[in-house]
């Protein structure tokens, strides 16, 4: 038990840092391009460790960003979870790409996320994102590689201390 | 089938669970979202989860915070020198605007004054400016910034919110020169407002005081006693304050009383006046009558002329 704790502890703890980084202040000229963390932070758990997360954790993720940023409830947390199917569908696959083929899959999926979020809001019956929105999947796969070895590395230090 | 191949420990899930499980999250999510949408009470649950959340929104505002200081700690003190001088000479600049203001409040006090003299005597006036004090003490003049194409008049009073100022003496296309009341050479009309005296104040040349040298021994004069202009010659309007009596003594021969007033008006002070057009009640003489002169068209003019007067004095019937 001891064994999975650490590794299960440094998942949610990326998690709830992946929401909190969607906080931080940043110049309005950037917002549009700020990556969306959790999507990233979670790829990464469904794809390395899937025994620790599923589409629930997905959905209290996003439900926690959701009530985090004062938007609409419930928004985050459907795209969070389209997002975990979708990696959990292709995990087996995905795992073993090369890195740029895997950022590139990345960015499939968070603009296929950039779409659900176009057609959610077009339902909530909110303006439309800018067109700048689009931007934020490139900056979010250009940053996979670094979120994919900070976590692991992360990952292998919390192995390392598992007796 | 693709996670039945993943074999990894711990997970079970078959393909159609999962999708199973994907369809329930997605019902609840859009739930929630049209729940968010319209309804009441949870945007009210919402709110108290605001409560918790706003110490992690603060927590997250931190950095940019630490930044800031971070930014100000780190500023060298040369560039916070300049910026310190640059915000005292904005201090100045908004110091003396505030002084321009307190100024303006001031001078819009006056005026409002002002212009409240002239209705409660039911006159009609027009505010003038003093451009120049030439206060020498041997002929009190003032220049003000109306003249003969404002329609300014000699003889018309002028006044400023405390009392009678002085009289225009001499017009000029723009300008106007004001004989004060203190000039030698001037005489006013004044009563007494406690007790009716007449007398007439002189100008004494000397300051702000005026001089009422021949008053009878016995007359009721004391000091503290208000100044009113009597109105008599016609020149002044008749109630208006003009000085205050400040001393009292009998004349070298003892056979009259000598007063010295201090005018009320402001005379080096004032700023804004105001010219007075018609006198509300003309005293003097009355009109001539219009019956004793010459009949028919030769009237004429000196009816036109009465009936410029206010209505209070009833025009020369013919």
Not at chain 1, 39 to 48: K, R, T
Not at chain 1, 108 to 137: E, Q, T, V
Not at chain 2, 56 to 69: I, K, N, S, T
Not at chain 2, 87 to 114: P, S, T
């Amino acid at each position: 038990m001891i064994r999975a704790n650490w590794q299960r502890g440094v998942c949610y703890l990326s998690l709830g840092a992946a929401v909190f980084l969607l906080l931080l202040p940043l110049p309005p000229a950037l917002l549009p391009l700020r990556p969306w963390w959790p999507a990233l932070v979670l790829l990464y758990w469904v794809l390395e460790a899937p025994q620790y997360i599923g589409l629930g954790t997905a959905f209290v993720t996003g439900l926690s960003a959701d009530v985090l940023a004062g938007a609409l409830l419930g928004d985050q947390a459907l795209r969070l979870v389209v997002i975990a199917f979708l990696a959990q569908r292709f995990r087996a696959r995905l795992r073993f790409f090369p890195m740029p083929q895997q950022a590139a899959t990345v960015l499939l999926l968070l603009l296929n996320d950039c779409l659900l979020r176009w057609l959610i809001r077009a339902f909530a019956g909110m303006s439309a994102p800018s067109a700048l929105a689009w931007i934020s999947p490139m900056v979010g796969a250009l940053a996979w590689p670094f979120v994919f070895l900070v976590l692991d590395g992360l990952r292998a230090r919390a192995r390392a201390r598992e007796p | 089938m693709a996670l039945s191949r993943d074999g990894s420990p711990g997970w079970s899930a078959s393909a159609a669970g999962g999708t199973l499980r994907l369809a329930g999250y997605l019902l609840l999510a859009g739930a929630l979202m049209m729940l968010d949408r319209h309804n009441a009470w949870l945007p009210r649950l919402r709110s108290s989860g605001d409560m918790v959340v706003q110490p992690l929104w603060r927590l997250a505002g931190a950095p940019a915070q630490w930044f800031e200081d971070a930014r100000v700690r780190l500023t060298s003190q040369a560039a916070l020198r300049s910026e310190n001088a640059k915000l005292r000479d904005a201090l100045l600049l908004a110091n003396v605007r505030i002084a321009r203001m307190r100024a303006l409040v001031r001078q819009n006090d006056q005026l409002k004054r002002l212009l409240d003299a002239a209705e409660m005597l039911r006159m009609q006036g027009q505010l003038a400016r003093v451009i120049d004090i030439d206060l020498d003490p041997n002929h009190g003049r003032i220049v003000i910034n109306r003249g003969a194409r404002q329609g300014v008049r000699v003889g018309q009073p002028v006044v400023d919110s405390h009392g009678v100022m002085g009289q225009v003496m001499e017009v000029l296309p723009d300008t106007a020169v004001v004989l004060l009341i203190t000039d030698p050479s001037g005489a006013l009309p004044v009563t007494d407002a406690r007790s009716g005296v007449r007398a007439l104040a002189y100008g004494s040349g000397r300051g702000e005081r005026l001089e009422l040298p021949n008053l009878p021994i016995n007359a009721d004069v004391r000091v503290g006693d208000e100044l009113l202009s009597s109105g008599l010659g016609g020149r002044f309007p008749s109630g208006f304050p003009v000085a205050l009596v400040t001393a009292l003594a009998p004349d070298r021969s003892d056979s009259y009383l000598r007063a010295e007033a201090r005018p009320l008006a402001h005379l080096n002070r004032s700023d804004h006046v105001l010219l007075l057009r018609d006198l509300a009640e003309p005293f003097g003489p009355p009109a001539p009558a219009t019956t004793a002169g010459p009949p028919g068209a030769l009237v004429r003019p000196a009816a036109a002329v009465s009936a410029q007067a206010p209505p209070s004095q009833p025009g020369g019937a013919p």
